[in-house]
């Protein structure tokens, strides 16, 4: 516990039934929505403000506002440039004060909906969307982005399913470790490959690609969507998150609390671990710091932290690391 640096809170953006992405009318103006990703935001990044993107098809106009300043907004206006669109990013808070700063950034379709409630409709756009979000983040892979490839072990109490996950494929290998194979305190341990997202350095990294490409910032805060109306840019693209429940009225849309604890980088810990304890608990040893999690808690809007979590996450992840000389 003496290791601890701080403790931090965020609201992942959960829709039980997945994220929207879609197009309506707003009086003159068009509105994309893209929004809704709970714990998955940085992964499906890409892929997601792809398919936003692809509602503009057939448009003759080439300027829009893309309202929030997170990872969707981010990615979501690059694309845009990338087409040739001049675009503002109107949003009440920079990227390093956004849900998406507060992520853990393992690249793992985790928390974006719930399967019981989701639709074929839905599964069939995240399947897309993750790909092409995958795709273009190996692409950035290096030290500019903050993305690396690094070893991920799952730890469980019980046997993994023979059936796999829809995504495996999007790991280069995976193979389960017997107990004489690993030092960890479970039963069953699977090792993959997986892709580490630092979001401090990503998030940094897309706000000078933005400006470079001619992009325009302006802190502006929007109570309601009429005021969107007095915007000049005829397309809107809404990737506000949380914030689309009172903006647009999205009753399903909920924040998912998440609790992390920071703890001094250890460069020896070239790895990550998923499970392995009771209820929610990772580990993702990043450049800047060795973070511990987690929880997800649907609803609780509570921004303090909970020192009974800390303290489960912390112990959680000392028995785990018991068996290590």
Not at 26 to 44: P, Q
Not at 73 to 96: E, H, N, S, Y
Request: aromatic share 10%; with cysteine; proline share 5%.
């Amino acid at each position: 516990m003496e290791n601890v640096i701080r403790v931090i809170v965020g609201h992942r953006p959960y829709r039980p039934s997945g994220f929207v992405v879609k197009s309506e009318k707003l009086d003159a103006k068009t509105v994309i929505h893209n929004y809704g990703h709970g714990g998955a935001g940085i992964t499906l990044s890409w892929g997601s403000s792809a398919l936003a993107v692809r509602e503009t098809l057939g448009m003759e106009h080439r300027v829009a506002a893309v309202i929030g300043g997170g990872v969707m907004g981010l990615t979501t206006a690059r694309l845009l440039q990338d087409a040739g669109w001049r675009v503002t990013i109107r949003t009440k808070t920079v990227a390093r004060h956004t849900t998406s700063n507060v992520a853990g950034g393992e690249w793992g379709v985790a928390s974006a909906h719930d399967p019981e409630v989701s639709s074929a409709a839905f599964k069939s756009q995240l399947d897309f969307a993750a790909r092409i979000a995958h795709h273009a983040h190996t692409n950035l892979g290096g030290a500019d982005y903050g993305i690396h490839w690094t070893e991920l072990y799952n730890l469980s109490q019980r046997p993994f399913s023979d059936e796999g996950d829809k995504f495996d494929a999007l790991y280069p290998y995976q193979t389960e470790l017997m107990p004489d194979e690993h030092p960890f305190d479970s039963p069953y341990v699977r090792c993959s490959l997986t892709m580490m997202v630092e979001p401090a350095t990503f998030l940094r990294r897309l706000t000078e690609d933005f400006l470079q490409a001619g992009g325009k910032f302006v802190i502006q805060n929007f109570e309601d969507k009429s005021e969107l109306v007095t915007l000049d840019e005829p397309v809107i693209f809404n990737c506000t998150g949380l914030g689309a429940g009172k903006l647009f009225g999205d009753t399903e849309i909920t924040p998912a609390k998440g609790q992390l604890v920071f703890m001094p980088p250890d460069p020896d810990v070239d790895y990550l671990t998923i499970g392995g304890g009771s209820g929610l608990l990772y580990m993702f040893s990043r450049s800047d710091v060795l973070l511990l999690g987690g929880t997800f808690k649907p609803g609780d809007y509570s921004t303090h932290a909970e020192p009974e979590e800390t303290k489960r996450i912390v112990e959680g992840h000392q028995k785990i690391f018991s068996g290590f000389a």
